[in-house]
């Protein structure tokens, strides 16, 4: 059964924004208030790579590569993250999904975000 839905992604210019969310309907909110988050991508041929993380007390990371121009967020009360993505590049291009940190349920479909030249 989904465990978790992404939505947001789609075709974006060099230099644009997205927001991506992401909702994890069957998880028992308090569960989700304790838990740190993450979002993560997937490009072609690559393996997946964690983007941002949110614990739950909402104290953020970003690996140097998306620094200064994501930002990821939490609802608690909807049990969603969101993920603010500024300055897109190409390289940015992926597959992106949420699941806990370390990653403990069942990987969603993801959302694809492209980034053309």
């Known amino acids: 059964q989904v465990q978790v839905v992404e939505s947001g992604g789609g075709l974006v210019q060099a230099g644009g924004s997205l927001r991506l969310s992401c909702k994890f309907p069957r998880m028992i909110l308090s569960t989700f208030n304790n838990l740190d988050m993450a979002w993560y991508r997937q490009s072609s041929g690559k393996e997946r790579e964690l983007v941002a993380s949110i614990t739950k007390f909402s104290v953020t990371n970003y690996p140097d590569s998306v620094k200064g121009r994501f930002a990821i967020s939490r609802d608690n009360g909807k049990r969603t993250l969101n993920l603010r993505m500024n300055s897109l590049e190409p390289e940015d291009t992926a597959v992106y999904y949420c699941?806990?940190?370390?990653?403990?349920?069942?990987w969603g479909q993801g959302t694809q975000v492209t980034v053309s030249s």
């Open positions: 699941n806990t940190v370390p990653d403990s349920v069942a």
